[in-house]
């Protein structure tokens, strides 16, 4: 016995992928998005810090694919999240003061990771799709909120796939 799934199953799947796949970040509102790279000044009279680069949070995968191209993960989940906005200022301009200026500061949103990665793996990784980075239309299409019991802290992607699916015997 043969099954043969439609194309408008296939299509139904590819869309559910593509709107829920691998991401973990589809559940998050512009105000979280906001509140993980908030940074204010922890001098007093200026400006904060170049924040680091926001970047969608790394599969498995993917942060082994960074740690082999000489990536250094400096705060594990949600460190970065449980810093004040100052501690946080406080945090890069130390980092800044120790690293050479070839190496890009990360931060997985939303989970929370600060990263340390070579600039021009940096650029490889994007061009692989191993990182992506957070784009302005990105994070403008964000939600104001998400539906009750799908929120950030929940976890994503563990609910059952409904897609119907007509099968051709």
Known sequence: MQIRITHWAMLACALWLLARGAMADDNITKADYDSITETESSVV???PAQGPKAVHDFSDQNSADVKKAGGKRM???K????????E????????????????RIVL????????????????????DDVIRQWTYQEQQRLPTKVAQGDSHSDIRGAGPLAVAVKLDF
Not at 90 to 100: E, G, Q, V
Not at 108 to 127: A, C, F, K, M
């Open 45 to 47: 009279g200026e400006e």
């Open 75 to 77: 705060l594990k989940d």
């Open 79 to 86: 460190e970065w999240i449980g810093k004040t906005p100052e």
């Open 88 to 103: 946080r200022d406080a945090y890069i301009r130390d980092l800044r003061s120790r690293i050479p200026v070839n190496v």
């Open 108 to 127: 997985t949103v939303p989970n929370g990771e600060i990263w340390l990665i070579p600039v021009v793996d940096y650029v490889l990784l994007s061009l």
